[in-house]
């Protein structure tokens, strides 16, 4: 009878002890719940000492027309940019990255932002390429070959998501020097770094290898998770690049799109050099044919080259036979807004309700909905050229996506329209 007493009692203990560790757990992930929400975050306080929500939609266009000026500075001066660029971008994948500081990793927030980053890579940069390389236990390895294709580039980096080992920087710049050494001499040659570790474990002189991508004309630029290393800002300076320190999230998805954009050329850019493309053909469907790109037959699809007839599976690429650049009008299309970029919209703001001597825009020009009832600042902006008023979301639709004014298009196709009836 004591053996079976003491048999319930433990028994009991132990489901004890297991609704309490349940509870413990229960109360980590509530914990972590509103961690990562931060929903203190999005409070303010007024005059009054009430708290309030904090307008979003202002926050983020305040930031995103600070960057808009700092471009259109930028391109006021005339400096020449690189619209062909052959980017890889290295990513430390050491144990630092398994740090949490970022939330639920370090590892995890890169991953995120290099998928959005390569995306808005190509929508910025059609005739460029890019491509991955990782540093992990003390070894830096190519992941994906330079390509213009996102997809791809996404796939592959999702599947090779494993933190390990020490972090080597000079192994990563031999590397990536001994490829984009290979990249033809037009494009402009780019390397972006987005490290975690706080040092790095080379087996030479780092100094060495930063002097021979200084000499290929290799732009190194940095983004940091952890604190400023003097190494990563002393290459930066030699190669012309821009080294910067994420503070959160959002502020390292900021400075990673901040890359996105043709920086300007270096002086050794500056002459301007006459490309020979091809514009291939779209290959008839149901056909069989041997792609140059994999050496293997592919069934339908795919794009021939005018020179010499062989086949490649995307656009922007080079040809593997003749070495041809084949690309497609809508990529030089698209890479056309850099050259002559849309004027920064004027901001403007609701007049107070008792001055009526003022007239107010109702509705914005684009999407149509009401200005009055679209933020709770009462911002919009106006096209300094047509006078037309656009919302908050119009107008960074219009100057990160479309790329044309459409109060400016439809004066233009008036004009067109009343001279065709004189």
Known sequence: MSNNNDGRRR???DEEDEEEEGGEVAMEAWERAYADERSWESLQEDESGLLRPIDNKAIHHAHYRRRLLLHQSA?????QKGLIRYLYIVIDLSRAAAETDFRPSRMAVVAKCVEAFIKEF??????SHVGIVIIKDGIAQRLTDLGGSPELQIKALMGKLECSGDSSLQNALDLVHGFLNQSPSYGHREVLILYSALSTCDPGDIMETIEKCKKSKIRCSVVGLSAEIYICKHLCEETGGEYSVALD????KELLLEHAPPPPALAEYAIANLIKMGFPQR?????????SCHKEAK???????PRCKARVCELPTECRICGLTLVSSP??????HHLFPIMPFDEMQHALPGNLSQKQPQTCFGCRQSLSHGSTSGLYVSCPNCSQYFCLDCDIYIHESLHNCPGCESLRN????DAMKT
């Open 75 to 79: 391109s006021s001066l005339r400096i």
């Open 414 to 417: 008036t004009k067109a329209v």
């Open 331 to 336: 990529h030089l299309a698209r890479s056309y």
């Open 283 to 291: 290959g008839a469907e149901g056909v069989i044919s041997l792609c």
């Open 122 to 127: 190509f929508d910025q940069n059609p005739l």
């Open 11 to 13: 028994g009991d203990e």
């Open 299 to 305: 069934f339908g699809g795919g794009y021939t080259c």
């Open 249 to 252: 999230e959002s502020h390292f």
